[in-house]
């Protein structure tokens, strides 16, 4: 489930930064990211199962694996979890309204730690 009006999408900064800031709102890159592309995870496991809220970053004009890169970050989303089959994102999926509130919360927060580095005017 896409996540709307955060604020998050098309920002642009440095890597390092958002990294940072991420880390600060239990947003976590670990090992998923290429050369080109980052995803940062917040894990929720609950009554209801395992939900991730995703951050995907993409830059194109930058090295991730060298941490030289402004990153543009795009729309996040909300998955389930399913062992072993992994995260589905689709609309027939019930996300519980306390988990939405939760990931709002936190991306309201990145967003207002994000804008004064945002480099798109």
């Given amino acids: ?3 709307e009006n955060t604020g998050i ?3 642009v900064a440095d890597l390092s930064v958002i990294d940072e800031i991420m880390m600060k709102h239990d947003l976590v890159r670990a090992g998923q990211w290429d050369y080109e592309r980052v995803t940062y995870d917040k894990k929720y496991v609950i009554k209801e199962g395992t939900f991730y809220l995703r951050v995907f ?3 194109t004009d930058g090295d991730v694996d060298t941490r030289d890169a402004m990153m543009i970050l795009k729309k996040p989303v909300i998955g389930k979890h399913y062992y072993p089959h992994g ?3 689709g609309e027939g999926e ?3 309204e306390t988990l939405i509130k ?3 919360a936190t991306l309201k927060l990145v967003n ?3 804008l004064p580095y945002n480099t798109k005017k």
Wanted: net charge negative.
């Fill in 1 to 3: 489930m896409y996540i």
């Fill in 9 to 11: 999408e098309n920002i």
């Fill in 57 to 59: 970053g993409y830059t």
């Fill in 87 to 89: 995260v589905e994102y």
């Fill in 94 to 96: 019930y996300f519980p």
């Fill in 102 to 104: 939760d990931c709002n």
């Fill in 112 to 114: 207002e730690s994000l």
